[in-house]
């Protein structure tokens, strides 16, 4: 029963996602006002963009900071040189994150592939 | 977006950017400190130049502990340099009225391509042609030339990430700062950016450091003596 429910909806859920990309082949021969597709897909690969890198960014900076943790416990006296230790890390996985944001920003604000659709 | 900063008073900002007009008030305040400073100094010092005195001793702390005696009093001038300015320029854009420099890209790769051009520069000063065995590889010999072939590609993109990663980390930052405030403004306004206003501190110090660090790092790989 449960593995019928699973299936059906990720059949749906597959669905849901193709959609844009099968309708863009009709509009496309449709002419102007289909550019709204390009921007639907453009938003929604930055929202993938920002998700994934948070995501990459949380397991980084907890692992790093899980160890640092550790290294304070074992040994109290060193905890302001593994502090500042601790802080550079994260702030170099930190850049990690935002490279993905400068690319996101470039995506919606500066728009490079706006003129091809005028 | 253009917004009305406390510069557009004096100077026109079309003709003169932002960023340009911003990077200049923060040079002529360093200069302004560092010759108020000069004219007053004590043995032991008090008050404001305490605290600049501060900066510049963790700065040559760094530099020596990272460099060395050899090369480090000569490049300790423009790491200190580097770090005060973008310093000052992050912390102007905590004030309102003001905008920080360093969030926009040309400032911060006008920082970071000097960088990687004195990386090169006293790396072939401290080793001469010696100074092309460092993107060789680990094993030098004749008979591993596939080998060195393909440290010299991968240390060439290295090389060339650099400034890139450099500028974009620093740009990257700051303006993302400016666009959470900017939107949890138009939604939760005087309290939930307040908090990030204090992450926006933290942030800004952080990062002048993270880039002085890896300038301090860069030069000393390029000068170190032992290979």
Redesign the interface.
Known sequence: MRKIVVFILLTVALLWVSAPFCFAEEAAAGGKGSNVYYYAIAVLGCGLAIGLAAFGTGIGQGLGLSKACEGVARNPGASGKITTTL??GL??I??LA??A??VV?IVLFVNPFGKLLQ | MEEKLLMDVIINPEVIPHNISYGILASVILIAVGLAIRSSIRLVPRGFQNFVEVLTEAILKLVNDNIGHKWGPQLFPFICTVFMFILLCNCMGLVPGFTAPTSNINTNAAMAVPVFLLTHYYGVRAHGIKYLYHFLGPIRSILALPLMIMMFVIEFIGHLARPLTLTVRLFGNMTAKHYILLVLAIISPWILPTAILALGVLVSVVQAFVFTLLATLYLAGAVEEAH
């Open positions: 802080i550079i702030a170099m930190e850049s935002i490279y944001l400068v920003l």
